[in-house]
């Protein structure tokens, strides 16, 4: 037995916080009866409706997909492009991406039907490091990087301290290789904040998530997180 906005969400309708939501306005019902209460936990042989739409308690699973360029970060496009999960053609479960990358970035992207897992993952107070790697316009030098260590004012907001690496610097090409490593999730944030210090990117990849990375894995290509990967990235989001 599993309590209702838990199971709401590993169907994956929507995140758990979200569920809780939806219960206290009415709109779930369980056996036919609607319900208003948090406490109410139900099991596998149980009818749950979602605005009178049944879910199917399906078993959850945890993806890693190599993202590659030109794909969108959605289940569906209403411009009819190419979506991740266009990717994932053998997976039954219904899946969707914790948080996005943008269509121009390759690299790590997770896949789950688990509402509390991708919640937990995508919470602004939820520290998990992403290690981004960057080919910016411009010569990187320290001095140019530095404020970003302290965090920048990005349209109005300041953004979280961030480490970064300066992998390589061509002077002949006026191009940079940089890696930064952010835990926050705001979109183009990796594009805004180098751009913010006068280097524009014009190419990028996240290439760990935690302590995740894309070894053995080619663009386009997944695999299943196991046990101790779920686990590792829990206890990193606590």
Do not use: C
Request: charged share 30%; net charge positive; proline share 4%.
């Amino acid at each position: 037995m599993e309590r209702l906005q838990k199971v709401i969400a590993h169907a994956g309708v929507t995140s758990r916080r979200k569920a809780e939501e939806f219960i206290l306005a009415g709109r779930v019902k369980v056996n036919g009866k609607v319900v208003k209460e948090l406490g109410m936990k139900v099991g596998k042989h149980d009818v749950i409706e979602v605005d009178e739409v049944p879910i199917y308690q399906e078993k959850s699973v945890y993806y890693l997909l190599y993202k590659p360029k030109g794909v969108i970060s959605s289940v569906m496009d209403d411009k009819g492009r190419k979506v991740v999960t266009d990717l994932l053609p053998t997976v039954k479960e219904r899946i969707y991406p914790v948080g996005r990358l943008d269509y121009d970035t390759s690299g790590i992207l997770l896949l789950t039907n688990d509402g509390d897992f991708a919640q937990r993952l995508t919470h602004p107070k939820h520290e998990v490091d992403k290690v981004y790697v960057a080919k910016v316009k411009g010569l990187a030098t320290k001095a140019l990087l530095a404020p970003l260590t302290k965090g920048i004012k990005i349209e109005g907001k300041w953004t979280s301290s961030a480490k970064y690496q300066i992998v390589s610097v061509n002077p002949k090409t006026n191009h940079s290789l940089v890696e930064l490593t952010i835990h926050e999730g705001r979109n183009h944030q990796v594009k805004n904040m180098l751009q913010a210090v006068g280097l524009p990117v014009q190419k990028l990849k996240r290439e760990k998530y935690g302590d995740l990375t894309l070894q053995g894995l080619h663009p386009g290509e997944y695999r299943e997180l196991n046990k101790k990967e779920i686990n590792q990235l829990l206890n990193r989001s606590k």
